[in-house]
């Protein structure tokens, strides 16, 4: 069994940054596929970014393309997410997410095995 744990969530004026954090506690981490998505109120949870196991590969939602950076230290049991240029739209409950399988992008919610219990970000105009 994985456990893992957000952090790093908070207010933020748009154009302003935040790093999210995700630790892993049981299971072995280095053997995920990691993925953060997001979820605001009223919409169906999508993803934002995922990397794979040794983080050589990862996928990027076109929404934030360019503004965002995932990236993972197996040797600490953390996966992180670097966000720049915060928009409003940006707003929602966000959450990592692992996934047992073999690297293919891991784009959909539906193949992840474990979650974590979300961290809320709020970007303001």
């Given at each position: 069994?994985?456990?893992?744990?957000?952090?790093?969530?908070?207010?933020?004026?748009?154009?302003?940054?935040?790093?999210?954090?995700c630790a892993a506690s049981g299971g072995t981490f280095s053997r995920y596929v990691m993925g953060w998505f997001r979820q605001a109120p009223g919409k169906e949870r999508e993803i934002v970014a995922s990397i794979s196991w040794n983080g050589g590969s990862t996928y990027y939602a076109d929404s934030v393309k360019g503004r965002c950076t995932i990236s993972r230290d197996n040797a600490k049991k953390t996966v992180y997410l670097q966000m720049n240029s915060l928009k409003p739209e940006d707003t929602a409950v966000y959450y990592c997410a692992a996934d047992r399988t073999y690297w293919?992008?891991?784009?959909?919610?539906?193949?992840?095995?474990?979650?974590?219990q979300g961290t809320q970000v709020t970007v303001s105009s």
């Open positions: 069994q994985v456990q893992l744990v957000e952090s790093g969530g908070g207010l933020v004026q748009a154009g302003g940054s935040l790093r999210l954090s293919s992008g891991n784009y959909s919610p539906l193949g992840y095995d474990y979650w974590g």
